[in-house]
């Protein structure tokens, strides 16, 4: 058989059982038809085949990024950039910019703000100043916490007398509300906030051409606010507003437990779609964010020994939210960042599979960010994959130092995760942290901050092993390893190419290698334009 594209005398980074280097690799239709020596290339070569040097260039599997949040990039991308400031007079400034281009009564929104970095949270009292004629949310960096300003509590029906949501917080100072809304309290009141479906799908457009440009070429969504979201991901999906293939986690920041509840009535079950759009777990939130600090962890904060984060649902609550979809056939998975929510959920997954045994589950647990000794050995025993973000390590890394103390030390514990033979694939989080996979991989080799600060450096692993959790694991993790997530005869061509050899790359450059092109179903989706690429 002839090809349609040939790529050869490059570093083809197979990622099959073997991790095998070839020189070559031929394309028919949207299928890989070979992988081979450059020698062996030119028998599947004819006057029509399309032939591209790759000049030493390593050539992988397209990227999966197990954990992301397209809507929420997206959309992020409408409002107001908080995170690359100066200081707090600085998002003054540039969300009063944006209010005088913003009709009075409309929302102004910004996100990415960080209160390690400008010294204290926004106040409602900093976004009156910006204006008390238009509503006003700052979502922070981790999502799971924002600030609002009076009009906004005005226009919600929020006062100090309201009381706090199960698993949230209003900030309160001498008994007034501050405007900062933690997890529920932020995950409900963003309701009143969201976006029109007419900016979401616009915001999904963005999402994915970002995306193809770091190499990604199936997504593992991981959820926006609302019931709304799989439809509106579905929608842009099959009008090719998004052109990765998606796997969508069934759940919502705002009241998972009822989301899944929905699903469940509507007789549909993990795996339901096709090779573009699958569903995929029934999916809860345990506790809070790792740089917040609001995970719910073990022992108490080392930064705040009186705070130990917060909790969503109690054990009976989760048990009840997710063994039932186990019963029925679901993959179910859970934000679980702290320890006593990674421990909540394998006990969960334990009673499940003590009444259901379900040889090939594939539960998962999204971030797993602290995973001590002995929830690594029931994570193992259980056969639960774990979703870590290593990225944070790069982003945050200083901030869990004060947090969580010696704890860092086997945060996202990925060296352990390959040691005990756990299978673990990669998600950026985006936009919580950059989607760059590239980053993600720089920071589960050398586990640097971008202070330069090592955390937890004896869990680094392999460049080989940090590839292999951004493809083939991130496959494995969807059921699809039959079909993609290596570079082996037969499975989809879903490709990357790199704009150098990143096995011959020092570890401490990693991060910089960029994409020169993508191919998504054997078709050429984002492309640099160097000279030598096409």
């Given amino acids: 058989m002839l090809a349609d594209t040939i790529f050869f005398n490059g570093e083809v980074i197979t990622v099959n059982e073997s991790f095998s280097i070839k020189e070559a690799v031929a394309i028919k239709g949207n299928r890989i038809l070979a992988t081979c020596s450059n020698e062996e290339a030119t028998l599947y070569q004819d006057d029509h085949t399309q032939i591209i040097d790759l000049q030493g ?18 959309t992020n991308q409408l409002g107001v950039n908080c995170k690359d400031v100066s200081g707090i007079n600085d998002i003054i400034k540039k969300l009063t910019t944006r209010a005088l281009d913003t009709s009075k009564g409309e929302w102004i929104r910004g996100w990415g703000y960080n209160q390690n970095s400008l010294g204290r949270h926004l106040t409602k009292w900093d976004l009156d100043q910006v204006s008390t004629e238009h509503p006003i949310i700052v979502v922070r960096t981790c999502g799971h916490l924002s600030c609002v300003n009076s009009k906004a509590l005005e226009m919600a029906g929020i006062t100090k007398d309201t009381p706090d949501p199960s698993g949230g917080k209003y900030g309160r100072e001498k008994g007034e509300l501050t405007g900062v809304l933690l997890e529920s309290a932020h995950m409900n009141f963003f309701l009143e906030a969201m976006y029109s479906e007419e900016q979401i799908q616009t915001g999904l457009a963005i999402a994915s051409e970002h995306f193809l440009k770091n190499g990604i070429t199936s997504v593992h969504d991981a959820g926006g606010y609302g019931p709304s979201h799989i439809r509106s991901l579905q929608k842009a999906v099959s009008s090719k507003v998004i052109k990765q293939r998606v796997y969508a986690l069934y759940g919502s920041l705002h009241e998972s437990g009822k989301m899944v509840e929905k699903g469940l009535a509507s007789g549909i079950v993990t795996g339901l779609g096709d090779e573009w759009f699958k569903i995929g777990p029934a999916k809860v939130f345990i506790d809070g964010s790792s740089s917040g600090p609001t995970a719910k962890t073990r022992e108490p904060y080392t930064s705040n020994p009186d705070d130990s984060g917060i909790l969503y649902l109690q054990q009976d609550e989760l048990d009840q939210s997710l063994i039932e979809p186990h019963q029925l056939g679901w993959q179910i998975t859970a934000h679980a960042i702290g320890d006593q929510a990674v421990e909540m959920m394998l006990e969960t997954i334990e009673k499940g599979l003590r009444n259901t045994s379900l040889i090939n589950h594939r539960h998962r647990i999204e971030h797993a960010a602290l995973t001590p000794t002995d929830l690594l050995e029931k994570m193992r025993h259980l056969k639960v994959t774990p979703i870590p973000n290593p990225a944070f390590l790069y982003e945050f890394g200083d901030g869990y130092v004060q947090d969580y103390g010696h704890r860092t030390e086997s945060m996202f514990p990925l060296k352990d995760f390959v040691q005990n033979e756990i299978p673990f694939a990669i998600g950026s989080d985006s936009p919580i942290t950059d989607v760059n996979p590239l980053l993600g991989i720089y920071a589960a080799v050398t586990r640097q901050s971008k202070s330069g600060k090592l955390i937890g450096n004896k869990q680094g692993i392999s460049i080989q092993d940090a590839i292999k959790a951004y493809t083939w694991s991130g496959a494995y993790a ?57």
Avoid at 57 to 74: N, V, W
Avoid at 489 to 499: F, P, T
Wanted: aromatic share 6%.
């Fill in 57 to 74: 260039r390593s050539l992988l599997p397209g990227f999966i990024d197990a954990h992301a949040h397209l809507e929420l990039f997206g």
């Fill in 478 to 534: 969807s059921f699809e390893e039959s079909e993609k997530g290596s570079i082996e005869s037969g499975k989809l061509a879903d490709l990357v190419i790199l704009n150098e050899s990143i096995l011959a790359c020092k570890s401490e450059r990693l991060k910089d290698i960029r994409v020169d092109l993508t191919m998504i179903n054997g078709e050429f989706v984002f492309s640099k334009q160097k000279e030598g690429v096409l």
